[in-house]
Structure formats: C-alpha cells, structure tokens
C-alpha cells in the first residue's frame, strides 16, 4: 500500500459488522471512520472527505442507494461509492447501477479479499468510465 492511507467511511446499522471492517480495513492500512446510521452521512462525508464510502443497502430510515444520492452531492470530486450488501448479487448490481454507485461488493467477501478490491477500486480513475456504464463488479 502507498505512503498516504485510502480513507474509508464504512456506513451499517450493524455494530458487528462496523467492527468487523473497522479492524479488517485497519489491519490492511486503511484510515477507517465508521457510522451507524443512515442520517448524517451526507455531513460526514463532507467533513471527512473520505476516499471510499462503503454503504450498507439495507439501512433503516433511508436506504444505501437513497443515502448515495444526497451524500455525492457533498462529496469532493473523486470520492467513490460501493454499495455493500448480503443481498444477491444480481439484486446488488442492479441497485449499484440504478442508484449511480461506482461499484458493489457482497458482505461475503472478507479481510485481503475486501482489502484488495477496495484498493483496486481506489486506483480505478472515475473518470475512465463513460456515464451510464455499469457499476464494477468487485466480489468476484
């Protein structure tokens, strides 16, 4: 990994599961900020200005792909969204392209696999996907 840390903002309603990517992510040398809820993401995002923001789907109050939506329009320029899930993958893609996500990744992929797929997606330039083309596939 490069000097500078890839800043992640991991978003669930799941305690476990923030603790879980939390420790995992840092391990891999990702500077991790975790939230629990759906409201204020938009703020955070501005505030933190994180490189990733991982976002659970299925979020009570204002799902994932809503919570894209309002946190991009504050979001610096260059900060990708990855919708996160346990839901099936073709349910997932739909959603990642529907909602305009950069890409999704299926809570089953774990530790260096998560890792290296969100490092992947880091390096990817946003700008060589022409608009409207289908979120990357990363849980493969």
């Known amino acids: 990994m490069s000097e500078t840390k890839i800043r ?11 603790v879980l990517a939390e420790r995992t992510l840092s391990a ?3 500077d991790v900020r975790t939230h629990r809820s759906s409201l204020g993401v938009s703020n955070l995002v501005r505030s ?36 996160y899930s346990a839901s099936d993958e073709s349910k997932l893609r739909s959603l990642a392209l529907s909602s305009g996500a ?7 992929v774990q530790g260096a696999d998560l890792a290296k797929k ?8 946003r700008t060589a996907s022409p608009a409207g083309s289908s979120p990357h596939a990363l849980n493969k």
């Open 8 to 18: 992640i903002l991991v978003v669930d309603d799941d305690q476990d599961q923030l």
């Open 28 to 30: 891999y040398g990702f």
């Open 48 to 83: 933190a200005a994180p490189d990733l923001v991982l976002l659970d789907v299925n979020i009570p109050a204002l799902s994932g792909d809503k919570v894209l939506s309002l946190a991009r329009a504050q979001a610096p320029l260059g900060t990708k969204f990855i919708l």
């Open 102 to 108: 950069d890409g999704y990744i299926s809570k089953s």
């Open 118 to 125: 969100l490092t992947d997606l880091y390096k990817r330039g």
